[in-house]
T-cell receptor
Framework: SQTIHQWPATLVQPVGSPLSLECTVE??????LYWYRQAAGRGLQLLFY??????ISSEVPQNLSASRPQDRQFILSSKKLLLSDSSFYLC????????????????FGPGTRLTVT | GENVEQHPSTLSVQEGDSAVIKCTYS??????FPWYKQELGKRPQLIID?????GEKKDQRIAVTLNKTAKHFSLHITETQPEDSAVYFC??????????FGAGTQVVVTP
């Protein structure tokens, strides 16, 4: 089974500072990778997804960007953080299950709690 | 693209009673419907799922039903316990494998 790592677990950053959150996946190859954001008491907002190295699709235009330099590494970045970026950031990995009815299973990393001050 | 609606947004039940959460989806090509449980401050955890070739699936006190014709699926929790208190999310995958989540249901089980 796959394991998803995220770091850091928590982060406090001042407004206007840069951001880099990292996600790595073990136990699978060529996963589809996702970045979600979850404000307190809210649902999951999809930010970016990637189907392969260097392939990034953005769901919501904002001051964040993502990169996938390796098959099992996904990075979320920002050049200048906003107060509204304070949130719980989740990385997720999706793998196909194959079989007579192909489908996909998604698992989440432990998350990074970001507070922008 | 896929659109998933989830109801209710909050659900209070007495311990021992049943809880039902309903979701509808829009893409008839969706073929996988997972349910996640998220406790406060934790990541969402997959608790049960159902594929489009099955109408019902049960795992101890939780069950999920799927009506492909009506494009809705439901989570049923029987004999609720305080540890069932959490936020529950439904999701559907479209033909690409991209997940669309419902807005979530806050379940509170009172002793």
């Amino acid at each position: 089974s796959q394991t998803i790592h995220q770091w850091p677990a928590t982060l406090v950053q001042p407004v206007g500072s840069p951001l880099s959150l990292e996600c790595t996946v073990e136990g699978t190859s060529n996963p589809n990778l996702y970045w979600y954001r979850q404000a307190a008491g809210r649902g999951l907002q999809l930010l970016f997804y990637s189907v392969g190295i260097g392939q990034i699709s953005s769901e919501v235009p904002q001051n964040l960007s993502a990169s996938r330099p390796q098959d099992r590494q996904f990075i979320l970045s920002s050049k200048k953080l906003l107060l509204s970026d304070s949130s719980f950031y989740l990385c997720a990995s999706v793998v196909g299950t194959g079989g007579p009815l192909p489908s996909y299973e998604q698992y989440f990393g432990p998350g990074t709690r970001l507070t922008v001050t | 693209g896929e659109n998933v609606e989830q109801h209710p947004s909050t659900l209070s039940v007495q311990e021992g009673d049943s809880a039902v959460i309903k979701c509808t989806y829009s893409d008839s090509a969706s073929n996988y419907f997972p349910w996640y449980k998220q406790e406060l401050g934790k990541r969402p955890q997959l608790i049960i799922d159902i594929r489009s070739n099955v109408g019902e699936k049960k795992d101890q006190r939780i069950a999920v039903t799927l009506n492909k014709t009506a494009k809705h699926f439901s989570l049923h929790i029987t004999e609720t316990q305080p540890e069932d208190s959490a936020v529950y999310f439904c999701a559907a995958t479209d033909s690409w494998g991209k997940f669309q989540f419902g807005a979530g249901t806050q379940v509170v089980v009172t002793p």
